[in-house]
């Protein structure tokens, strides 16, 4: 493996060093950090961005870092830092704004915590620039074309956001993935931009 890029790094690092004082501090920075639905009385502005560097748990934590080593790190080599951190704050801002939108639609008052919105969007955006590399994830360990892991990630995320109350933010990745779409999208001058 390469060296790890450093935007990559300094994500993961950042997510590490937050998650610790979350344990260190349990509940002060949940109620001011992480994203909470517009109607309830601890949302703030800056959470739509903070949410996205704190974590529930210790599994959550290292499954989103080890997707971001494994598709960010390739993509920051291959867009460089400014283009990759670009990207990386569409999905996080995309993902926010389409789980408040899920959350006043559905009348959610639980927070929503995780770098999941922007992995979801560097997923979408590894089966874009490479749809015929093939890899083997985690769950279920069986190698696939990077297109269809993407697309049946992103049906599984489809399906379990409507099918009832998980506890996990499956609109926040699909919010991820649309931001990361929508980037994409946007650099390449394609509809809906010029």
Same mark, same amino acid.
């Given at each position: 493996?390469?060296?790890?890029?450093?935007?990559?790094?300094?994500?993961?690092?950042?997510?590490? *060093?937050?998650?610790?004082?979350?344990?260190?501090?349990?509940?002060?920075?949940?109620?001011?950090?992480?994203?909470?639905?517009?109607?309830?009385?601890?949302?703030?502005?800056?959470?739509?961005?903070?949410? *996205?560097?704190?974590? *529930?748990?210790?599994?959550?934590?290292?499954?989103?870092?080890?997707?971001?080593?494994?598709?960010?790190?390739?993509?920051?080599?291959?867009?460089?830092?400014?283009?990759?951190?670009?990207?990386?704050?569409?999905?996080?801002?995309?993902?926010?704004?389409?789980?408040?939108?899920?959350?006043?639609?559905?009348?959610?008052?639980?927070?929503?915590?995780?770098?999941?919105?922007?992995?979801?969007?560097?997923?979408?955006?590894?089966?874009?620039?490479?749809?015929?590399?093939?890899?083997?994830?985690?769950?279920?360990?069986?190698?696939?074309?990077?297109?269809?892991?993407? *697309?049946?990630?992103?049906?599984?995320?489809?399906?379990?956001?409507?099918?009832?109350?998980?506890?996990?933010?499956?609109?926040?990745?699909?919010?991820?993935?649309?931001?990361?779409?929508?980037?994409?999208?946007?650099?390449?001058?394609?509809?809906?931009?010029?």
């Amino acid at each position: 493996m390469p060296p790890m890029p450093p935007i990559t790094k300094l994500v993961m690092m950042i997510c590490a *060093a937050v998650f610790g004082l979350t344990l260190l501090l349990p509940g002060v920075f949940e109620s001011t950090f992480a994203l909470w639905p517009i109607a309830s009385t601890h949302f703030a502005g800056w959470q739509i961005f903070t949410y *996205a560097f704190m974590h *529930a748990d210790l599994m959550h934590l290292a499954f989103n870092l080890i997707g971001l080593w494994m598709f960010g790190s390739e993509l920051e080599r291959l867009w460089g830092k400014q283009r990759y951190i670009h990207f990386l704050i569409a999905s996080i801002l995309s993902a926010a704004l389409v789980q408040i939108v899920w959350g006043q639609l559905t009348h959610n008052i639980a927070p929503t915590v995780g770098i999941s919105g922007a992995l979801f969007g560097l997923l979408l955006a590894y089966g874009m620039l490479f749809p015929d590399r093939i890899i083997v994830p985690l769950i279920p360990p069986i190698p696939m074309k990077a297109k269809y892991f993407v *697309a049946i990630y992103g049906g599984i995320e489809l399906f379990f956001g409507f099918s009832g109350s998980s506890g996990v933010a499956h609109f926040a990745h699909l919010g991820g993935m649309l931001g990361g779409f929508l980037m994409i999208r946007y650099w390449r001058g394609q509809f809906p931009f010029k």
